[in-house]
């Protein structure tokens, strides 16, 4: 069973893990790598967050589209002064490679990992290509954990160098049934999990209802939950997201909120600075992670406005 959050120094050199256990609500961003080797992009985008944010995390190869590495991304990312994320799905890689990958990214000076199944490849632009999921999310985190803290591959062999990450797994507080919810949780947690960060969150009665049951089995006490906050600049993109996109609770009240405003956009900012600060108020909520998809110039704002800013200095 994964550690209680409260207790313990940061074994990862991670500034996210030293944020989290020094008590500070912390703060991640989430910047999409190109669809192109062009670093000036990432560069580009690093601006927006510096300052902002503990850390930031890189998609990997999102909605199954084929983009610049994530442990790439993360390395130009890191050398413009932020703290990566790297994500990394179990779609693409065998357990070979998904292990690779993992003391590729230590040796880079990268300290945080986000362990996901992947969006299924029919959803993006190789609809051709085959999935290999040879570990789901579950065992790609027991696998991180296992070769960070037993210095050992899923065979068994062991490391002398193995890498020091702090290791994050992903929520959906409104898939159904509702309660099975907490139960996958809880399997993260124990796989190994030292954080969590969740889908996007936009009804917050029934995320309450998910954390009140967090905190009934004593998880936020076990792993660090991040609530995850989506800016959006229209009521098209709650429309497209209540619709099309699985796992996803959107109140019709904001949906209509959203197609009243003068200026979406602005409004869409005010929307994600009052998510925050009520989630903020949730107990067991340990931070949150902001996904500006493609609107990544709207992160100081929203962190300004939200009461986020300055960043605490951890050494």
Not at 10 to 34: N, Q
Not at 63 to 77: D, L, N
Not at 150 to 159: H, I, L, Q, R, S
Not at 200 to 206: E, F, G, H, Q
């Amino acid at each position: 069973m994964s550690s209680e959050p409260q207790n313990g120094q940061c074994i990862t050199g991670s500034r996210l893990e030293k944020v989290l256990r020094a008590g500070h609500f912390a703060v991640c961003g989430e910047m999409g790598p190109p669809q192109s080797a062009n670093t000036d992009l990432i560069r580009k985008k690093s601006a927006y967050f510096r300052g902002v944010v503990d850390a930031v995390n890189l998609t990997d190869n999102q909605t199954a589209v084929v983009r610049m590495s994530s442990i790439a991304s993360a390395h130009i990312a890191l050398d413009e002064g932020l703290e990566p994320v790297i994500q990394m799905t179990c779609r693409d890689r065998n357990r070979i490679a998904l292990q690779s990958d993992l003391l590729g990214a230590h040796a880079l000076g990268i300290r945080n990992v986000l362990c996901l199944s992947g969006d299924h490849q029919s959803m993006g632009n190789h609809p051709q290509a085959r999935g290999v999921y040879d570990l789901d999310s579950i065992q790609l985190v027991r696998a991180a954990r296992q070769l960070r803290d037993e210095a050992k591959f899923v065979c068994g062999e062991e490391t002398k160098t193995p890498p020091a990450l702090f290791i994050a797994a992903a929520a959906n507080p409104f898939g159904d049934p509702f309660e099975a919810r907490v139960h996958r949780l809880a399997k993260k947690i124990a796989a190994g999990a030292d954080f969590i960060q969740t889908q996007a969150i936009y009804d917050l009665p029934r995320f309450a209802r998910f954390m009140e049951l967090v905190r009934a089995q004593g998880l936020h006490e076990k792993a660090f939950i991040l609530a995850g906050v989506l800016p959006v600049k229209s009521a098209r993109s709650l429309l497209f997201m209540k619709n099309d996109v699985a796992g996803m609770s959107i109140p019709d009240e904001l949906i209509e909120r959203m197609q009243g405003a003068e200026d979406p956009a602005k409004e869409g900012v005010k929307v994600a600075v009052e998510l925050i600060q009520q989630l903020r108020a949730i107990e067991g909520v340990a931070g949150v992670h902001v996904m500006p998809a493609m609107w990544e110039q709207v992160m100081p704002e929203i962190a300004e406005a939200a009461g986020l800013l300055p960043r605490p200095e951890v050494a």
